[in-house]
């Protein structure tokens, strides 16, 4: 088995040291050094769907921002976590998701960062579509029970009726990883037209 070699990077001006094939973010939170996330879960597969863990870093004199939930740390990256331009990103983002999801846990994270105020108006879908329910049900549980449809602003989560009705009511593992609480909150609007996930758990519940 080859041996993973390590690597040595600058972040927030303090030395670190990670193991080849590590992510910035997973070299930084081994250093405890604090990079704010929504959709990483440290058993999934990185997937950087939200963008809030985006950092600078610099190398060759030359500096961009990149998302470091899947990016790999490498020899002499020099990365900030919290500069100027980061800060500016993660302010728009949070603004664009207050919009549509203003869940306690990204208005704990706008405060953070000084959002007093949504400068935006969306219509209220509490998803951040952040994937961890669709990950999870998938690389974990392999039940594929929930999934995404739709492209572009009409993307959202369902619930597959055909798998759902079987697995949900003895599982609900998903419901504790959504970070603006829409799962266990509401089913409305997350599953296909006329059925919703109290549909689902009422066949499991209901007498043979």
């Known amino acids: 088995m080859k041996k993973l070699q390590k690597v040595t990077l600058t972040i927030n001006d303090r030395e670190v040291t990670a193991k080849e094939g590590m992510t910035i973010l997973e070299a930084a939170r081994d250093a405890g050094i604090y990079i704010p996330t929504l959709c990483y879960h440290e058993k999934l597969a990185p997937y950087g769907a939200c963008r809030i863990c985006t950092v600078e870093l610099s190398r060759n004199g030359r500096s961009r921002l990149v998302t ?12 900030k976590t919290e500069s100027p331009k ?43 579509l952040c994937g961890l329910c669709v990950r999870y049900c998938s690389e ?26 079987t697995v949900c009511a003895s599982c609900r593992e998903c419901f504790s990883l959504c970070p603006t609480g829409k799962l266990p909150s509401e ?17 499991q519940q209901s007498p043979a």
């Not at 470091?68 to 990365?79: A, K």
């Open 68 to 79: 470091s939930c899947v990016y790999t740390v490498e020899n002499g990256l020099i990365v």
């Open 86 to 128: 980061v800060i500016k990103v993660r302010k728009l983002l949070l603004e664009l998701m207050l919009a549509s999801s203003p869940a306690k846990a990204i208005q704990d994270l706008a405060r953070q960062y000084g959002i007093e105020k949504r400068r935006f108006e969306a219509d209220k879908t509490n998803c951040i």
């Open 140 to 165: 974990i549980k392999q039940a594929n029970a929930i999934g995404f449809v739709g492209r572009g602003t009409e993307r959202r989560v369902v619930f597959h009726p055909e798998i759902a009705s």
């Open 187 to 203: 089913t409305d609007g997350v599953c296909f037209d006329d059925l919703t996930l109290d549909d689902f758990l009422k066949t």
